[in-house]
């Protein structure tokens, strides 16, 4: 199904970036794995297996890193057909009063501002091909069911994916570039799993689950789908 598309995943080191980093290599897909560490990009490597990930160091939240990124992985794999925006991160725990205006800037810098750089220097190679799939990572607090108190900025960050989902799919309506989310509750990672250790990991979305999702929306079977946010909330 994949078999030889050239595949840019943002946040492939991460909790959830690492699995579906895994799952699209057995699909055949050619990977280009966006990392800022190299430690950080061993660990990948450990977990997926010697030589098969291309990997490209960038900062998605700068312009001209971003600009870089595109050119190398061109240069290198040909081509972009599949954008995965799954960097973020999540700062919250403090009500508006209480909060400092950075903490809104980064939220919106590291969740929004990443994918819309990323999505805007992948779209001419996908508009001239005709072709093209972006599927982005946005969050169950975007959502009234998935509010919670202190966690504005980050509500914000992952509403503006929605947005940009919605607003991109609607640009882009006469080709064939499609653009979706998938929208998270609580993810099983190993890092939640620290953070929270007395929660009911079982109501947890799997990662492997999301990737099957992710998966679907970069192929071609999701010719019929654009604009969509799909909820992977496991069972809570
Ligand atoms: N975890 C959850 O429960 C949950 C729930 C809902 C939604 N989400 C969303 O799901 C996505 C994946 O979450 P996760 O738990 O897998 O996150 P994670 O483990 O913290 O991974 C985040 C990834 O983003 C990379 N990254 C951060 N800033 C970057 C930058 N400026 N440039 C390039 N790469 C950068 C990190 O690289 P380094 O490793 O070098 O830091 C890491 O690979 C995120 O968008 C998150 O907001 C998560």
Known sequence: MHSNRVVLITGATGGLGRVVTKRFLAEGAVV????RSEDKLKELIEYVGEGKVNGFKADVTDPASVSTLI????KKLGRVDVLLNIVGGYAGGTPLQESEEVMLDEMVTLNTRSAWLCSRAVLPGMIERNWGRIVSVSAK??????RRAGNIAYAISKG?????????????SKVEVNVNCVMPATIDTSKNREKMPKADTSKWVKPEDIAEV???????????VTGATIPVFGRS
């Open 141 to 146: 607090n975007a959502t009234p069911s998935g």
């Open 32 to 35: 280009a794995a966006v990392y």
């Open 160 to 172: 503006g994916i929605i947005t940009l989902t919605e607003a991109l799919a609607e640009e882009l």
């Open 214 to 224: 992710i998966l679907f929306l970069s192929s071609d079977s999701s010719k019929a």
């Open 71 to 74: 050119a190398e992985v061109t």
